[in-house]
């Protein structure tokens, strides 16, 4: 390959890249930013998931998702933003969304799934340039 060759393909790499961090990261942001301004909503879901201190696991939720969202989609501490927020998905998915018989919160388990395995393969990324 040519050089030049070598950096169109790179700069392509690098859009998809980022496309893909934004994709993944603009409903992790969304969802937190729907509980900053809805607590009271969150944290009356949160104690009917029989979660103990839902004003704490409100708060939590809302930093996981809002400043690992960021992170994610303004490649800050990428790798780690990722890692995390493919535990959350997981949590999450395991949390709030194991009702079978419900096909809606199938759908959401098998999204947050989905997101995870994103996630994960943010966090492996060991591309030529590596956000850490």
Known sequence: MTEETMARVSTVSDLITVLARALLSIPIIWAGFWKAVEPSLYQTNFAHLGLPLPMAAW??????????????????????????LSFWCIATALVAHTNFSDPNMQIHFMKNVV??????????DRGRRRAT
């Open 59 to 84: 708060a939590v939720a809302v930093a996981v998702e809002v400043v690992g969202g960021l992170a994610l989609l303004f490649g800050i501490q990428t790798r780690v933003a990722a890692g995390v």
């Open 115 to 124: 997101m995870a395995g994103g996630f994960l393969y943010v966090a492996a």
